[in-house]
């Protein structure tokens, strides 16, 4: 694998000299002492991230952040702070913009352990999602990579809320993402207390992922269901709820009644060498949603093909 390249602007001689040569074993480090030829490099050639020492210049990390990370988006570069303890109070008003810190005594493994730490937490937090925080599509398409050649069988759940955009139109998107967050929390929850081997992912709006050990996938499905039942009440008026219905708008814009909120489960087994690429999965899901769907209000519909 082709090491991840890190631009280091700071100072000749000790502690850095021997920083750079134990940190490329891991990463390929490109010193810089010239500001001016840093900064031509990180507009033409941006690297995976930067390792800055906020002695060498100050007023060059102002222009490090504003100028040039800000106006050139490249916010998502990761800026690692080198400083000196007695510095600490400075640097107040850049915190927004960095992602670590590093003292210049720090061993060689801490250096490499917070580096490591900070490319992950950006990897994690970059794929998230804004809304509930969840795992998003680039996380849900590594566990679904993973499954396909796992010894053990797993089931990977397709969720969605059913006719969100009707009840969304009605009640309002701000209600509606409370709905959506209050979903991601009993998923969450829900597999963490059947497996600790488990995955819940948020593929984008009222559409998420989980990913259980074959055994369980029908009792989560069934405990996700019960639990989303018992927060319905909270999000529809007592009107609707006494009548069992909401009237909204159709996708055509025509009033309709619909069913108060509900789920749909489409539970798709996996095991080793039943699919070859992760799309198969997703192409036998969809088939699968709309068995579960058509049926009313809150179900799961597991696949039991080959």
Known sequence: MKKKVFFAF???????????????????I????????????????????????????????????????????????????????????EIENYLFALDDLLFEEASFEEVLLRINLTLKRLDRISDNNPLTGLPGNVSIERALQKLLGSEMPYAVGYVDLDNFK?????????????????????????????????????IGGDDFVFIVPLEVAERVSQEIIKRFQVLVPAFVSEEDLKRGFFISKDRRGN????????????????????????????????????????????????????
């Open 10 to 28: 700071w100072k000749r001689g000790r502690p850095f000299s021997q920083w750079k040569k134990y940190l490329s074993k891991h990463y390929q």
């Open 30 to 89: 490109r010193s810089f002492r010239d500001q001016k030829k840093f900064f031509e490099a990180l507009l033409f050639s941006p690297p995976d991230g930067i390792l800055y020492q906020y002695e060498k210049s100050r007023e060059g990390l102002k222009v490090l952040i504003k100028d040039i990370k800000v106006r050139f988006n490249l916010v998502r570069i990761p800026l690692i702070l080198i400083i000196e303890n007695e510095h600490i109070q």
């Open 166 to 202: 009707a009840y969304n139109d009605l009640y309002g998107f701000s209600q509606g993402d409370e709905m959506i967050k209050n979903l991601a929390r009993i998923l969450t929850s829900v597999v963490e207390d059947f497996t600790k081997d488990g995955f819940v992912g948020h």
């Open 255 to 306: 009033l309709c009644t619909f069913p108060l909120p509900s789920i749909s489960i489409a539970i798709i087994p996996v095991y080793k060498d039943k699919f070859r690429h992760i799309g198969e999965i997703a192409q036998r899901a969809g088939e699968i949603k709309k068995i579960v769907k058509s049926k009313e209000g809150s179900n799961y519909f597991i696949d039991r093909r080959a």
